[in-house]
Nanobody, 120 residues
Framework: QVQLVESGGGLVQGGGSLRLSCEAS????????MGWYRQAPGKQREFVAT???????NYADSVKGRFTISRDNFSKMAYLQMNTLKPEDTAVYYC??????????????WGKGTLVTVSS
């Protein structure tokens, strides 16, 4: 059974930094795209950043130049370095991995989320 666990959230002052981590565990044959999404209070979940197995990254316009996504394939982990944080970055952050387990096709798995709160 595949599980994703996020960590690194917390309370930070505007302009500060946080680094989120997401670790996958379980019966994993391969991981393609890793990504981060977020959901602010009263809003829908939105895309933040993705990174392919080959290292190609993609970012939402709202975080470009401030956030950096990276991955460690050996450890089955993804990271999100968040700098120059703004109050509007406050949200629950979720990681999403596309994972192949056993002999099946690649499927999307989600973590349970980690809360990031940015004070003004």
């Amino acid at each position: 059974q595949v599980q994703l666990v996020e960590s690194g959230g917390g309370l930070v002052q505007g302009g500060g930094s946080l680094r989120l981590s997401c670790e996958a565990s379980g019966s994993i044959v391969g991981i393609s795209t890793m990504g981060w999404y977020r959901q602010a209070p009263g809003k829908q979940r939105e895309f933040v950043a993705t990174i392919t197995a080959g290292g190609i990254t993609n970012y939402a316009d709202s975080v470009k130049g401030r956030f950096t996504i990276s991955r460690d394939n050996f450890s089955k982990m993804a990271y999100l370095q968040m700098n120059t944080l703004k109050p509007e970055d406050t949200a629950v952050y979720y990681c999403n991995f596309r994972i192949r387990s056993g002999f099946g096709a690649y499927e999307d798995y989600w973590g349970k989320g980690t809360l990031v709160t940015v004070s003004s």
